[in-house]
């Protein structure tokens, strides 16, 4: 089997912030902390991703907060090594990046830092997620991945709260020096399941914001990041915004969790089996029961051939539909 | 032989163009209608479907149906609605356990929980009083009320050997013992434990059933594919002559590409959330920045306390030659 272009490892579980919007799969109700891997073990994880060192293209060390661990630069160190053709990103919420610490994952062999910046207003930013002096920290941190030469990728989650900012929050990322601008609509999953329709954008608003991010494309790099069907827009997408989720193809993002167990991609739930114990292609081989399947109200749309529906995985956690809201 | 009668052999230059022609037509026309049949019966295998749940969502649903069992029994017990678990407390240590469990939730989770469960009415399968082996109440029209309840964890649904779904079974379920006898919920890592449920291993079964056939569809799909490619080549080699067979190929080969780039175009674009290994060092200069930050200033999305941390920071940046 051809192994995936691109993986997402959740290091840890931990993080300082309560997103409102948050798709971990452990803050979802109902769900447990996974536990945590050891260093070593972790080490021991890397090992496990040598036989995809061809074809991986990008590795995303995520979490929770991944600068909570004390060893996070070792284990870039060891990535780098035993992967050396493959692009390191991380995602942090920039709480905790100094300057030093920047450059000190810059030299052990982080290539992107993603950060996520909800608005160009602090009010807005820190109530979203829940911590004060937040959108304050990202800026820092945003200014720290510059001076340390790596690439800045800025996410901007769009919900009902924030999507009215976004033109301010991605003109202020493009002029920090970011690399690339990710506009991702809020998707339900995790801690976002309690309130997914309150946080959920109107169609209106996405109309909206599609406009703008027309407009900021002529400014810098700008990207869609989460499917966007175009039964949620009036107009039709443009060739490179119609989207559709990757899963079941070599584009996916299988997940690594925390506890080392593997997922289909980072919003879904079910577990395939722990990467310890397991190679990667055998757990990627199991069936997964309804990730490529269109829902019955995408079922006659033209559309749906090549939008794919949206996320599966928000369709099923949010247990009904969630997109197709305007017919 | 006069030049004006025909040849024994005779492959006319109408009849010879009109063969590959049709052909190509033949086989375009079979190609489409392959792709056709090949999306409606994806579309039929998609509709026929009801949507997979994930363990956390089954797991978030099995409680809510728990505290709904919770609350009745209790009710059936005091002869009235209590407002929480916490009121049989005493009758029913386990399902406290679950109570302090939904209790440590952020707030406002409980409640949304508890409006659910009080407002969902009172179903006579449900009554733990009902003697053993006493008929069973029609079953619920197959619906998801406003918290998208699947229908197969509703007491009074469907279970898979004909019976309806009652609270015994709901007690019964691993999922709802697991919770019960240990008071929490079982770690990701254990989520596959929770697909060990017999609705859900049902319903896995139900799946994987037709994946089995969506896939035996694709399997002969491709077949048939391929056999008609195969047909218009060798009917092109055999039947044409040497120039004719080259149109036929030529064409056959033409469409092949196209076909291919049509696929790989319509599979193209992805979501990129992580998919990150593409995009290039920005080029734009300190003034070009500056600019832009002065734009949102001055259309009001930037604050000025905001723009002045920011104008510090661009400054400090190197121009991206310099880097």
């Given at each position: 089997m051809t192994g995936p272009r691109s993986l997402v490892w959740e290091v840890t579980a931990r993080c300082p912030l309560r997103c409102s919007?948050?798709?971990?799969?452990?803050?979802?109700?109902g769900a447990g902390m996974p536990s945590e891997l050891s260093p070593r073990a972790r080490l021991q994880l890397v090992e496990r991703l040598l036989p995809l060192r061809r074809g991986l293209r990008a590795l995303t060390l995520g979490g929770g907060e991944p600068l909570l661990l004390d060893d996070l630069e070792q284990l870039v160190v060891r990535i780098h090594k035993l992967l050396p053709r493959t692009r390191i990103s991380l995602s942090t919420s920039g709480l905790l990046l100094s300057a030093s610490r920047a450059l000190a994952l810059a030299r052990a062999g982080v290539d992107v830092v993603q950060l996520t910046l909800l608005s160009a207003r602090p009010e807005t930013h820190d109530e979203m997620v829940g911590q004060q002096g937040a959108h304050e920290q990202v800026i820092a941190a945003l200014a720290a991945v510059k001076q340390a030469g790596m690439l800045a990728a800025v996410f901007f989650v769009a919900t009902r709260r924030n999507i009215g900012e976004w033109p301010g929050a991605a003109r202020l990322a493009l002029a920090l020096g970011a690399d690339a601008l990710m506009f991702n609509r809020f998707q339900p999953g995790g801690r976002g399941l309690t309130r997914w329709r309150e946080l959920t954008p109107t169609p209106e608003q996405l109309d909206g914001a599609m406009t703008r991010t027309d407009e900021l494309r002529a400014l810098g790099p700008v990207q869609l990041g989460t499917a966007l069907p175009p039964c949620e827009l009036s107009q039709r997408p443009g060739k490179t915004d119609l989207l559709r989720c990757p899963i079941g193809t070599r584009n996916a993002y299988p997940t690594i969790g925390p506890d080392g167990a593997l997922r289909p991609c980072n919003h879904w739930p079910t577990v395939l089996g722990s990467l310890l114990e397991q190679p990667l292609a055998r757990l990627l081989r199991r069936p997964e029961p309804g990730l490529r399947r269109l829902p019955p109200e995408c079922v006659?749309?033209?559309?749906a051939r090549r939008c794919?529906?949206?996320?599966p995985a928000a369709r099923a956690l949010a247990g009904q539909a969630i997109y197709a809201r305007r017919r | 032989m006069s030049k004006d009668q025909p040849t024994s052999v005779d492959l006319s230059p109408r009849r010879s163009r009109a063969l590959p022609i049709t052909l190509t037509i033949l086989l375009a026309a079979g190609w489409f209608a392959t792709w056709e049949t090949q999306a409606y019966w994806a579309s039929r295998s998609a509709g026929s479907s009801r949507s997979y749940y994930s363990p956390a969502v089954q797991l978030a649903r099995v409680e809510l149906q728990l505290r709904a069992v919770g609350l009745r029994r209790c009710a059936a017990r005091t002869g009235r609605l209590p407002r929480t678990l916490a009121q049989c407390a005493a009758d029913m240590p386990r399902l406290s356990q679950l109570l302090d469990f939904h209790d440590k939730?952020?707030?406002?989770m409980s409640h949304f929980y508890l409006r659910a469960v009080i407002n969902e009415p009172w179903r006579p399968s449900e009554d733990p009083t009902r003697p053993k082996g006493a008929r069973l109440a029609p079953a619920p029209p197959p619906s998801l009320d406003y918290l998208g309840l699947p229908i197969h964890y509703r007491p009074g649904a469907a279970k898979p050997d004909g019976t309806w779904l009652g609270s015994q079974d709901l007690l019964a379920d691993p999922v709802t013992q697991f919770l019960v006898h240990e008071g929490g919920v079982p770690p990701p890592s254990k989520q596959p434990f929770l697909l060990s449920s017999v609705f859900l291993q049902h319903r896995e079964a139900e799946q994987r059933e037709k994946d089995r056939k969506a896939s035996n569809i694709r399997a002969m799909e491709f077949g048939g594919l391929l056999g008609l490619v195969l047909a218009g080549v060798l009917i092109s080699v055999l039947w044409c002559g040497r120039r004719i067979r080259a149109v036929g190929i030529v064409s056959i080969s033409l469409g092949s590409v196209l076909a291919f780039l049509v696929t790989a175009g319509s599979c193209m674009?992805?979501?990129?959330?992580?998919?990150?290994?593409?995009f290039r060092s920005s080029s734009m200069r300190r003034s070009d920045r500056m600019a832009i930050l002065e734009q949102g200033v001055k259309r009001g999305e930037i604050p000025k306390e905001v723009a002045r941390t920011a104008r510090r920071y661009i400054e400090a940046l190197p121009e991206p030659k310099e880097r």
């Open positions: 919007h948050c798709y971990n799969v452990w803050t979802a109700p006659s749309c033209r559309w794919g529906g949206g996320c | 939730k952020p707030e406002g674009f992805y979501a990129t959330c992580y998919a990150m290994a593409h």
